[in-house]
């Protein structure tokens, strides 16, 4: 029942909210552009790899769309709406029945206007053509030493099970002189624990599921997807132990007028900060 009553707000939230979900895709796209200004004069041309393109792949496209020269990466099989009758019998062949049901609602039901609204609020033209889409785990990249100038990643190093081997993969394909962009959602937020109800907190907050939930009682453990459970000073560990960093920007409060005085006390063994801080984007560059 709870795996259903999942998929249910899942569909609903993605019903309500799938152009929404556009424009704050391309939101983080201009913002990572402007923080990623200093260290490069254009994108156009750059060797980028996508860290978790996820179902969508929208920052494979944008930075494509834009000229990059990305690879998207999945640890399931990613392709576009349209790629021919087989593309749902290799979905279910490598990715299983659940996820591939997942792709082919996105599909039939919320792609189109998702990449509808996409095409209306971006300056340049979206570019499907020539798309490189791949199958490949993280901790096991199929690339050259020295092979990217930029290496990005949203919202997926929470769901990673071995970040330490990631990282150290990430830093041996990347040059001399290139740079990671990550942004992390923090597990210790309120939406930080990936249910559904809490999406959007400050404007949508539920009345069925307690805030902070996955840190208490976590009585609605219904989640889409494996978390890790790290917390932002574990990452900044990790990821000082293989590369220098340039940039550690928190990135929005979220959930203030829900940390009461008996939630704080209860959840004593996490700072205000922790708490109320969404995510955390990192600028890094590998130890060579």
Not at 81 to 87: A, C, E, Q
Request: charge should be negative; include cysteine.
């Amino acid at each position: 029942m709870s795996r259903l009553r999942l998929y249910l707000n899942q569909l609903r939230y993605a019903a309500c909210n799938t152009r929404r979900f556009a424009r704050q895709h391309y939101e983080f796209f201009t913002n990572f552009e402007k923080q990623t200004a200093p260290y490069f004069d254009t994108l156009v041309g750059q060797r980028v790899l996508d860290v978790g393109c996820g179902k969508s792949y929208w920052f494979t496209l944008l930075l494509h769309s834009h000229g990059a020269q990305v690879t998207g990466i999945d640890t399931e099989v990613v392709e576009p709406p349209g790629s021919g009758r087989g593309k749902y019998a290799r979905l279910l062949r490598h990715n299983g029945l659940e996820r591939t049901l997942k792709t082919c609602c996105w599909d039939v039901i919320y792609s189109r206007a998702y990449y509808d609204e996409m095409r209306k609020i971006v300056p340049f033209p979206i570019r499907f053509d020539g798309l490189d889409l791949c199958q490949m785990d993280a901790t096991r990249l199929d690339f050259s030493d020295n092979t990217f100038d930029l290496v990005v990643s949203h919202e997926v190093f929470e769901h990673l099970p071995d970040v330490p081997a990631v990282l150290s993969e990430m830093g041996r394909i990347m040059k001399v002189g290139a740079i990671a962009y990550i942004y992390i959602h923090n597990y210790t937020s309120l939406s930080g624990g990936h249910h559904i109800r809490w999406k959007y907190p400050d404007s949508e907050p539920p009345d069925d599921v307690p805030p902070w939930d996955h840190l208490r009682e976590n009585r609605f453990p219904e989640i889409p997807s494996y978390i890790n459970r790290l917390r932002l000073h574990e990452y900044r560990r990790m990821l000082e132990e293989k590369f220098e960093l340039l940039e550690w920007q928190l990135i929005k409060r979220e959930g203030e007028c829900f940390l009461t005085p008996e939630i704080r006390a209860e959840l004593v063994d996490y700072s205000e900060e922790e708490l109320l801080t969404k995510g955390v984007t990192i600028i890094a560059c590998p130890k060579h």
